[in-house]
Structure formats: C-alpha cells, structure tokens
Nanobody, 115 residues
C-alpha cells in the first residue's frame, strides 16, 4: 500500500516561510518525478514545482525565485521550501509522485498566507 504523508502547512503572515514535506511509504518503483500542485478556491489545480530523478527542478513563473523543491532519496521524501510567501500563495498544496507505471497523490495540506 502506497501512502503519501504531507505535512508543514499552516497559517503564516506574508513574507514568512514554510516547508512542506511529502513522505512516501510503500513505493517499490523508482520515482521519476516529484511535484507539488496547488489549488485555490474557485481555481484550477496548477503545477507549482517539479523535480526529476536526477534532481533537476522546474518552477511555475509565479513562484520562481521564492520556492525551492528538493528531495531526500534515502527518506523517500520531497520537500517544498516556500519563502517570501504572498497571500496569493494561499491554496491547498498537493504532493504528486510519478513512477513509470503509476502516479500517486497526497491528500493535501492547507497553506494560508495572511496580509
């Protein structure tokens, strides 16, 4: 059974920082891509950041320079370091892990940035 445990969300003031974690258990295939998506109320889910198996990251323009995606292979964990948070970053953040065969989603963690 595959489980993705998300943590690190919460309420924070604009300009602050949070680090989201996505710890995977039960995955027997190598993860090709780790990613973070977010969905704000009334909006479509959007891709925020991805990291390849080789460690190459990519970011949405809206978060570039503020967010950093990383992973700890030994811990099977993907992180999203979020700095200089803005109210428009408020959303439910979802972790996504892709193997050659399957994709897995976390249940989401709420990030609320107050002004």
């Amino acid at each position: 059974q595959v489980q993705l445990a998300e943590s690190g969300g919460g309420l924070i003031q604009a300009g602050g920082s949070l680090r989201l974690s996505c710890a995977a258990s039960g995955i027997t295939f190598m993860i090709n891509i780790g990613g973070w998506y977010r969905q704000a109320p009334g909006s479509q889910r959007e891709l925020v950041a991805q990291i390849s198996r080789g460690g190459r990251p990519s970011y949405a323009d809206s978060v570039k320079g503020r967010f950093t995606i990383s992973r700890d292979i030994a811990k099977n964990t993907v992180y999203l370091q979020m700095n200089s948070l803005k109210p428009e970053d408020t959303a439910v953040y979802y972790c996504n892990l892709q193997t050659d065969r399957y994709g897995y989603w976390g249940q989401g963690t709420q990030v609320t940035v107050s002004s």
